[in-house]
């Protein structure tokens, strides 16, 4: 149980174009879904915390209108970076929470290079 | 505010040797601790994790972590590992703040034949 996936799993774009990443709670519901970045040989950045229905929560310094989040439905949440740049290249990873308090099951993640 | 530190950066281990991974944290009251292992290239899988109760937490793959109040440690062990145990290790506390969990810097265990 408790599955999460992502697609697609690596996109390679052009830069000043937008990519769309799904991040999927396969057997379970979700109203919080997390998205974070992770840079090579280090930890995990969060970037937003996204909610069913509601507005996604950004972190600090992370830019809301660069980086779209939707949370339509209880097993779904899209991340959009919108007109990408090479700095934007990253891996992305999303989770939910599940199966107990501050319990997160995570993605395979994206890895996204942008040209 | 809540912090995490792995002290350990990169570990090298034998195979079959022991292994304890070292997480200490810093919380206000009493924490939610996670382990999460990473292979190259994919999220994180959860190991184990303490909400409250038995100090000593079963996992999978035979790994257990103890957490220790007194230390504010929560160290990661495994008695006999195997080379497929290779990979990146994070530590990570929760909060009551909608969920969010804070993750420590990793610690990479490589392991020889």
């Known amino acids: 149980g408790a599955v999460v996936s992502q697609h697609p799993s690596w996109v390679i774009c052009k830069s000043g174009t937008s990519v769309k990443i799904e991040c999927r709670s396969l057997?379970?519901?979700?109203?919080?879904m997390f998205w974070y970045r992770q840079f090579p040989k280090q930890s995990l950045m969060l970037m937003a915390t996204s909610n069913e229905g509601s507005k996604a929560t950004y972190e600090q310094g992370v830019e809301k209108d660069k980086f779209l989040i939707n949370h339509a439905s209880l097993t779904l949440s899209t991340l959009t970076v919108t007109s990408a740049h090479p700095e934007d290249s990253s891996f992305y990873i999303c989770?939910?929470?599940?199966?107990?308090?501050?319990?997160?099951?995570f993605g395979p993640g994206t890895r996204l290079t942008v040209l | 505010a809540q912090s995490v530190t792995q002290p350990d950066i990169h570990i090298t281990v034998s195979e079959g040797a022991s292994l304890e991974l070292r997480c200490n944290y810093s919380y206000g009251a009493t924490p939610y601790l996670f382990w999460y292992v990473q292979s190259p290239g994919q999220g994180l899988q959860l190991l184990l994790k303490y909400f409250s109760g038995d100090t000593l937490v079963q996992g999978i793959k035979g790994f257990e972590a103890e957490f220790k109040r007194s230390q504010s440690s929560f160290n990661l062990r495994k008695p006999s590992v195997h080379w497929s145990d290779a990979a990146e290790y994070f530590c990570?506390?929760?909060?009551?703040?909608?969920?969010?969990?804070?993750f420590g810097d990793g610690t990479t265990l490589t392991v020889k034949p």
């Open positions: 989770s939910a929470l599940a199966g107990g308090p501050n319990t997160q099951y």
């Open positions: 990570a506390v929760g909060n009551t703040n909608a969920g969010k969990s804070t």
């Open positions: 057997d379970f519901q979700a109203t919080t």
